[in-house]
């Protein structure tokens, strides 16, 4: 099954459960930043209203499909661990292995989900989004 199968059929779940451990690593790095909570959302919201360009859905498009690969390869690796110590780790690391994807994409944590966002409630861009991924997939193929 390609990312772009998996995307058409169902970008909510995908989106959820790449962006659940992102919004995780995201909020530790606030809060070892200094950040408040607070602080974030506002800037946030003010992102929110920020149009999605092509530059950066090609780039949500690239980091997407890093964290697929990241996710797969960790969810094995959590699979065989021993024990839940181990299983911590080996989260700890897929979570900073998923931001440093998301960000060798030249994208930040909070523009990515930002984008998630919108992929959720623009149909029109999660479309614009399952061609460009249609076309990778095509030309690499």
Not at 13 to 22: E, G, N, R, S, Y
Not at 106 to 135: F, H, P, T, V
Request: no cysteine; glycine share 8%.
């Amino acid at each position: 099954m390609t990312n772009v199968t998996r995307l058409n059929g169902g970008i909510v779940l995908a989106l959820l459960l790449v962006l659940a451990p992102v919004t995780m690593v995201s909020a530790a790095d606030a809060e070892g930043s200094g950040q408040s909570g607070n602080a974030s959302d506002q800037s946030d919201a003010a992102a929110s209203n920020e149009p999605v360009t092509e530059a950066d859905l090609e780039k949500f498009a690239a980091a997407y499909g890093q964290l697929q690969t990241v996710r797969a390869e960790y969810g094995q690796k959590m699979q065989q661990a021993e024990d839940e110590s181990k299983q911590q780790e080996l989260r700890k690391q897929g979570q900073q292995a998923m931001v440093s994807a998301i960000r060798d994409e030249g994208l930040k944590i909070a523009e990515y989900r930002r984008i998630g966002k919108k992929l959720n409630n623009d149909e029109e861009l999660r479309s614009k989004l399952q061609s460009m991924m249609q076309e990778k997939n095509d030309n690499s193929g």
